[in-house]
């Protein structure tokens, strides 16, 4: 029977925004071993494929303490990845790089020995975010636009001549002929690209796994083309299971054009499961952790001066893709987003239908994601004007709320329709959600069959089917 795939996001206080302020959660400590080690162990008891660390390079720690409250202090991942290998033995390991900010002689060094020190657990995801103030950390003006996905497309091309560039028995060490090494197994790469010259070889044996299995998320046309190109897993967030099986089919084809042949991507959605004893609780919860995110002072006008509504920063807010950033949490930017003027209702206001009907888009679909997250309705009279303001804030990765099963269901669903392989988990806050989706709904997969109760491999391509690939030297 087909097995699904389930990796763990690990956030330091879990991806719903508020949760590190619910009383259940502990008061985490980024700078502490036992904290990860924690989690880390918890997943891998659950027989998890990987333990995912994500790493965004901060640009105002103070602006994030409130989006991304891991971002304001995390520990280097390839060390703490180091240490999280000696604690573990099966489960896969994902350490998050951006080629912008590495040289790629650098990251295939760092990769390559410590999927040697994890036995071939090690996965690395590539990633291209952040912004212009964490680029200036690194002597760059800017992250580099468009340009950063040719880097990176050229960056892999080395970093895979680099994992290749000693092969395996090289090393002789044969006391009888004085030969320590097989020079014919040592290849340099003498690469002259556009952004790298890099003459080789890496002064480490062909790694375990050969090539290091990438991640990638991201949906745009150029993320497309490089996961296509690429990557081995995908963990994008589509809103719908329709969507996310259009982007898989789109990127299938696209990879098919690119490598030449059919490799197996694995598409594993972010997904934040919030688990109650009944849908009622979940909701009851997905609503007490909204009251813990923080808002404007004026939470009806906003904090902001009149000129910021048509200023450039408001233009790009309401262009990205993330929930409305702190200092910009009110009523007023609620009503600048979607389209229509909610400040005379007051916060406890009731959207009526001709009031949504005006609504543009972005707001049709917070009224919508509303409905399939609390079940609050239009029609019934169910959605005020605090709910969509919620609704619009609280971030993170797709939702799914309610009872164990129904998230087994869920899960299930997508992945019988060919809409996921698997899933990347987030836990909106800790410890209560990530034990409750381990020890409650994991059981429920392996009941039906659809996950593995016992791991049979213990390295990351292991976990997934994907064969160490051939040396692209000894193919030339
Ligand atoms: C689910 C998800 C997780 C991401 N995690 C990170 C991360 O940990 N660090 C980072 O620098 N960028 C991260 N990114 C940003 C991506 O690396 C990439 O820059 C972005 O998705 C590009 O998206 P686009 O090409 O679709 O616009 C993440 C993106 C998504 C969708």
Not at 10 to 23: A, F, I, K, Q
Not at 71 to 76: A, I, M, P, Q, S
Request: no cysteine.
């Amino acid at each position: 029977m087909r097995q699904l795939h389930l990796g763990y996001m690990y956030w330091l206080n879990g991806t719903h925004w508020g949760g590190w302020r619910h009383p259940d959660a502990p008061t985490a400590h980024a700078f502490e071993l036992e904290y990860a080690a924690k989690a880390l162990r918890i997943v891998e008891d659950a027989k998890f494929d990987f333990f995912f660390l994500g790493d965004t390079l901060p640009g105002d720690i103070v602006r994030e303490q409130w989006i991304t409250t891991h971002n304001t202090g995390r520990l280097e991942p390839f060390t703490l990845a180091s240490q999280l290998a000696l604690q573990s033995s099966k489960i896969g390991l994902v350490v998050t790089a951006h080629p912008t900010f590495y040289e790629p002689y650098i990251l295939a060094r760092l990769t390559a020995s410590l999927d040697h020190l994890s036995g071939g657990r090690l996965a690395w995801n590539v990633v291209l975010g952040a912004n212009d103030l964490a680029a200036q950390n690194f002597s760059l003006p800017d992250l580099g636009g468009a340009d950063r996905y040719e880097r990176a497309d050229e960056f892999i091309a080395v970093i895979q001549k680099l994992w290749d560039s000693i092969e395996e028995g090289a090393y002789l060490q044969d006391k009888s002929t004085g030969r320590y090494v097989d020079e014919s197994k040592i290849h340099r790469l003498n690469w002259q690209g556009k952004h790298f010259q890099v003459a080789g070889t890496l002064p480490v044996e062909r790694s375990p796994q050969g090539h290091i299995p990438l991640l990638y998320a991201g949906a745009s046309e150029l993320s497309r083309e490089l996961t296509a190109k690429w990557a081995d897993v995908n963990f994008t967030g589509p809103a719908t299971a329709e969507e996310s099986i259009a982007f898989n089919a789109d990127v299938r084809e696209r990879a098919v054009r690119l490598r030449g042949r059919e490799d197996p991507i694995y598409f594993l959605p972010g997904i934040a499961p919030l688990i109650g004893d009944t849908r009622a609780d979940a909701i009851e919860l997905y609503e007490e952790l909204n009251t813990l995110l923080p808002f404007d002072d004026d939470l009806v006008d906003g904090d902001q001066d009149e000129s910021f509504w048509s200023s450039p920063d408001w233009e790009r807010i309401t262009a990205s893709r993330f929930p409305l950033p702190q200092g910009i949490r009110s009523v007023r930017s609620l009503s600048e987003r979607i389209g229509a003027d909610l400040r005379p209702l007051g916060l406890d206001g009731v959207i009526k239908p001709d009031i949504a009907e005006r609504f543009n888009s972005y707001g049709a679909g917070l009224v919508r994601a509303l409905a399939d997250r609390t079940d609050r309705t239009v029609d019934a009279g169910g959605v005020r004007v605090r709910d969509l303001l919620h609704a619009a804030v609280a971030g993170g990765f797709p939702l799914v709320i309610g009872t164990a099963e129904h998230v087994a269901d869920t899960l299930i669903d997508w992945f019988d329709r060919g809409a996921a392989e698997g899933f990347n988990v987030n836990s909106p806050f800790l410890w209560n959600q990530l034990e409750r989706f381990t020890g409650e709904v994991v059981p429920i997969l392996q009941d039906r069959g659809v996950f593995r109760t016992e791991y049979t491999t213990g390295t990351f391509r292991g976990h997934f089917g994907l064969e160490v690939p051939p040396n692209t030297f000894t193919q030339e």
